[in-house]
């Protein structure tokens, strides 16, 4: 069982740069890929990054790999999210989540199986 917390909501204004944490409990979390994911009002959950167990290799949409950089620290349990010139599009509640030890990390939801409780992120213009 792999306990995820999150770091509190967040209002920025539009070109701001913000840090998401998000650090793991309970079953090795260092043996778990790792993902962001986010969900704007009116829209269904999209993928954002993620990242291998060891930290090797990441992976993004193509929108937010311009943006947004994906890195862990497994010494300290914790998966950050990166995010640079901030827009109004970017706003929605953005979610970890860890996977059960896939060899690859999923795009999907459904290849996750424990979830961090959800950060508001708001970005004001």
């Known amino acids: 069982q792999v306990r995820l917390v999150q770091s509190g909501e967040q209002l920025v204004q539009a070109g701001d740069s913000l840090r998401l944490s998000c650090t793991g409990s309970?079953?090795?979390?260092?043996?778990?890929?790792v993902a962001w994911f986010r969900q704007a009002v009116g829209k269904e959950r999209e993928f954002v990054a993620a990242v291998t167990w060891g930290g090797e290799t990441t992976y993004y949409t193509d929108s937010a790999e311009a943006r947004f950089t994906i890195s862990r620290d497994n010494a300290k349990n914790t998966v950050d999210l990166q995010m640079i010139n901030l827009q109004s599009e970017d706003t929605a509640i953005y979610y970890c989540?860890?996977?059960?030890?896939?060899?690859?990390?999923?795009?999907?939801?459904?290849?996750?199986?424990?979830w961090g409780q959800g950060t508001q992120v708001t970005v004001s213009s």
């Open positions: 309970g079953r090795p979390f260092s043996s778990s890929n």
């Open positions: 989540a860890a996977d059960g030890g896939a060899l690859v990390p999923a795009r999907g939801a459904r290849g996750y199986v424990y």
